[in-house]
């Protein structure tokens, strides 16, 4: 997986994590295209437990892909129905206030 944290002064930290497949693609959500890209998910492959412990710490989450969507839902941060599918590929928003 590729984990990056956006920190923003005044506004918290976004953490953003895709799946290592996922990088550099570009997916169809009707006319809509989402790319996935190194500039907000980062360039540096992350463990497991470095995901682990960035959601389960972070205020704004961005995830995609069927193997973080799966870490976060089994760390009880989000249930499947959260989740939107862009073509095959699970996608949730975590925010916590």
Known sequence: MYLKVHRMPGA?????????????????HGDVEVCITGGFYGTKRATEEEVRGALASAENVNIIGKRVVA??????????EDCIMIGDVPHAQIFRI
Do not use: K, Q
């Not at 918290?12 to 169809?28: F, K, N, Q, R, W």
């Not at 870490?71 to 499947?80: D, F, H, V």
């Open 12 to 28: 918290g930290e976004v953490v953003a994590v895709c799946d290592s497949e996922l990088l550099d693609a570009t997916l169809m």
């Open 71 to 80: 870490l976060a839902i089994a760390m009880g941060l989000i249930a499947e």
